[in-house]
């Protein structure tokens, strides 16, 4: 075994080359089948890649039942009327646009994500217990554009989330209202 010292001249190199061949080992980009692991979108997933698509498509499920359970409970228990702020209504109006949006991307980003698995030819599959086969068979083209818009919602959901929270402590902080309070439940009233 060869010693490896950290400030020798080429070892952030030399380390790169073998995190490099790891994952290089992890994915085989051949669209074709590979004996370790199952095909997606062109990738032969083994070891983390597999468990790391695994836990997205897990978690793109996840969102969706919860986003479900949130709506159902806004409608049976809407908020508090908005509370005044310095900027009036016209803060009012970019809440309301924000939160629809917000939930618009919730449900757009992992339905879309969806789109991409079907498009890819793969069975979708359910937290491990079931796999819904694909309706379509394999389309690499709308399959990558589907990807791309997946991941702009994606984006678009991250960057609206931060505003979203950064809102929230605006309110709290600097407005000093109960924008906060009135999110928790019993009592928001």
């Known amino acids: 075994m060869r010693e490896i010292k950290i400030d020798a ?17 992890r994915v085989d980009h051949s669209f074709s089948s590979h004996e370790d692991g199952e095909i997606l979108g062109g990738f032969a997933l083994t ?33 508090p009327p908005p509370i005044a702020t310095p900027l009036g ?8 646009f924000a939160h629809f949006a917000l939930y618009a991307l919730l449900a757009a980003t992992p339905a879309v994500g969806i789109l991409v698995q079907f498009a890819r030819g793969d069975a979708l599959p359910l937290y491990g217990l079931v796999e819904i ?32 929270a ?5 309110h709290h902080w600097i407005f000093r209202d109960r924008t906060l309070a009135r999110m928790l439940p019993g009592i928001a009233r």
């Not at 468990?51 to 908020?79: K, N």
């Not at 016209?90 to 309301?96: C, D, E, Q, V």
Request: hydrophobic share 55%.
């Open 89 to 96: 209504n016209l803060l009012i109006s970019i809440s309301k």
């Open 9 to 25: 001249p080429g070892a952030g190199a030399w380390i790169m080359e073998r995190v490099d061949g790891v994952f290089r080992d």
């Open 166 to 170: 950064t809102a929230a402590c605006v």
């Open 47 to 79: 070891g983390y890649m597999g468990l790391a698509m695994s836990i997205h498509m897990a978690a793109g499920l996840t969102v969706i039942g919860l986003l479900a359970i949130r709506i159902v409970w806004r409608v049976t228990d809407p908020p």
């Open 133 to 164: 086969a694909s309706p379509w068979v394999r389309d690499r083209a709308f399959a990558g554009s589907m990807k791309e818009i997946h991941e702009t919602l994606a984006n678009l959901l991250m960057i609206l989330a931060v505003v979203h």
